[in-house]
């Protein structure tokens, strides 16, 4: 069985301040690991994903996340927030081989002005 | 632009009465999900389809949900009779699924149909 944890409900930066978005995994086996977005009122889109190759993930929009086995972690990071940023993320794990997505709880992205 | 399809996008109705809601996947991806999404439980698998078989629907309440794909380019999720609890939104999401030995596990979402059952 997989699992992901999300570690912040909320998570309130400024504009113009780094993000950092906190995900744990469980997983027997070998994990693909995705982030998804969803802006109020919207479907969910993918930021990012991993799928064994390069630990350190470029995604759209500034963000990346970075793989730490030794960790089980798949943090969520940007440099520099923006106002576009506010939404909710969601961090995703499957097997690798197996289709089914299993979500987390999600993290509201508040950005201060 | 290719992407996921969902009507209605929204949908009220009485409680007892049939709901049926309808997706179309990007053509060419051969699996398709539906998710629920509430506010307690966040989202839920429902069911998925590979190249049109069901494939998992342990996510389904059997006794009142259906979920089917006519053909590749529909899929339907259908609520008879519909309960208050079942207000919801409803994702459908479709993807490439295997790819030669290879797997691609990116799905793709629609923007959802927001169900209210009165």
């Known amino acids: 069985a997989q699992s992901v944890t999300q570690l912040d409900s909320h998570v309130s930066v400024s504009e113009g301040t780094p993000v950092l978005l906190r995900c744990n995994y469980s997983s027997s086996y070998s994990p693909s690991l995705f982030w998804y977005v969803q802006h109020p009122n919207k479907g969910l889109q993918l930021l990012l994903k991993?799928?064994?190759?390069?630990?350190l993930v470029k995604g759209i929009n500034g963000f990346e996340a970075e793989f730490k086995k030794s960790e089980t972690s798949f943090h969520l990071t940007k440099p520099s927030a923006h106002m576009s940023d506010a939404a909710e993320y969601f961090c995703v794990v499957s097997i690798f081989g197996n289709e089914k997505l299993t979500f987390g709880t999600g993290t509201r992205l508040t950005i201060i002005p | 632009d290719a992407r996921v399809t969902q009507t209605p996008r929204h949908k009220v109705t009485e409680m007892g009465q049939e709901v049926t809601m309808r997706c179309q996947p990007i053509?060419?991806?051969?699996?398709v999900f539906w998710y629920r999404q509430t506010m307690m439980q966040g989202l839920e698998l429902l069911a998925y389809f590979r190249n049109r078989a069901p494939l998992d629907d342990s996510g389904m309440p059997k006794d009142r949900f259906s979920a089917e794909m006519p053909d590749a380019t529909l899929a339907t999720l259908k609520i008879q009779p519909s309960e208050p609890r079942d207000s919801a939104v409803y994702f459908c999401?479709?993807?490439?699924?295997?790819?030669?030995?290879?797997?691609?596990?990116?799905?793709?979402f629609g923007q959802g149909t927001r169900l209210t059952v009165v």
């Open positions: 999401a479709s993807g490439l699924g295997f790819v030669g030995q290879d797997i691609n596990t990116e799905a793709f």
């Open positions: 053509l060419g991806h051969n699996t």
């Open positions: 991993y799928t064994s190759a390069a630990t």
